[in-house]
């Protein structure tokens, strides 16, 4: 009876330690916004500026947030 009990008590401890695992996971969302403002492109002041999406920089150590880009 004492090693049934013992089992179970284990057993408790196990899933106990999974749920808390799985509890620990995180989601990242960069939250990069297409289009702030404008649309995907707008004329001002002669020119024409087009959305450029977010992106990593080189070798991925800098991440570049979306903007308008005059092209």
Do not use: E, Q
Not at 15 to 44: E, F, K, M, Q
């Amino acid at each position: 009876m004492k090693k049934r009990a013992l089992f179970f008590a284990g057993l408790l401890c196990i899933s106990g330690i999974v749920s808390t695992a799985n509890a620990l996971i995180l989601n990242i969302d960069v939250g990069d916004r297409p289009y702030y403002s404008h649309g995907p492109g707008y004329w001002y002041g002669g020119g024409y500026y087009v959305w450029v999406p977010g992106h990593w920089g080189p070798h991925h150590r800098v991440w570049f947030h979306g903007h308008y880009r005059r092209r």
